[in-house]
């Protein structure tokens, strides 16, 4: 059975918005897991296949939340950078990557 357009980035993105309204923690905090778990797979246009203008938007994210390299080679730019973040910082980032579901949501939408 094929996935449905957008399927995968879909799926990624709702565990993404589970997490940033249920999960524990701080929004910075949020964010790095949001990212190592569920944008961290479809960073690869080979795993999302989503239009230039939501690519651009999803590789700027994914830049945003790895900005601050981490500080030995066992911590990762994720946690690195949400240590870091301000919460005006969190607050557009969460605002950035709700958009962006939203986005996808209306694609598939329009797909179906």
Avoid: C
Avoid at 39 to 55: G, N, T, Y
């Amino acid at each position: 059975m094929a996935i449905a357009p957008y399927g995968y980035a879909y799926e990624k993105l709702l565990g993404a918005m589970e997490i940033m309204a249920t999960g524990k923690g701080t929004r910075p905090e949020r964010l790095a897991r949001v990212g190592k778990q569920y944008l961290l797979p479809i960073r690869s246009p080979k795993m999302h296949k989503l239009p230039d203008e939501l690519a651009a938007s999803l590789d700027s994210l994914y830049r945003e939340l790895t900005s601050v390299p981490p500080p030995t080679q066992w911590d990762n730019a994720f946690d690195a950078t949400a240590q870091r973040m301000s919460w005006q910082k969190a607050e557009r980032l969460a605002g950035q990557l709700f958009s962006l579901f939203l986005a996808v949501v209306e694609l598939r939408s329009r797909a179906a």
